[in-house]
């Protein structure tokens, strides 16, 4: 199962997120699930970079499992909010058709 964790504040403010392990839906390749968070990741991350000029930390350790940290400079603006609020949305809708492939998370930090 693919676990995508939004890290927030006390007052719901996210500032970071973690997307971690194979969604488990196919084989390595072809599975459709690992794909889709996969383009909702990097579009969001563009998008925050080329629309709203937004400059968030990415990195990524390869292996077995495959975590990608992405971390927000600052608070996000409108601009990066409304993005953060669709990519969230898309996620949403992933966890929901794919309930044994994707689980999102809101931890408090």
Do not use: R, W
Request: with cysteine; net charge negative; glycine share 6%.
């Amino acid at each position: 199962m693919t676990n995508i964790t939004f890290y927030q504040d006390h007052l719901g403010v996210i500032h970071s997120l973690k997307a971690e392990d194979h969604a488990g839906f196919a084989e390595e390749g072809q599975d459709i699930v690992c794909a889709a968070v996969s383009v909702l990741i990097t579009n969001f991350v563009n998008s925050l970079e080329q629309l709203a000029s937004i400059k968030p930390q990415v990195g990524m350790q390869e292996g077995e499992d495959v975590e990608i940290h992405v971390v927000f400079p600052e608070e996000l603006t409108d601009q990066g909010k409304l993005l953060l609020d669709s990519f969230i949305l898309g996620l949403t809708y992933l966890e929901h058709e794919y309930q044994s492939y994707v689980k999102v998370i809101y931890e408090e930090v």
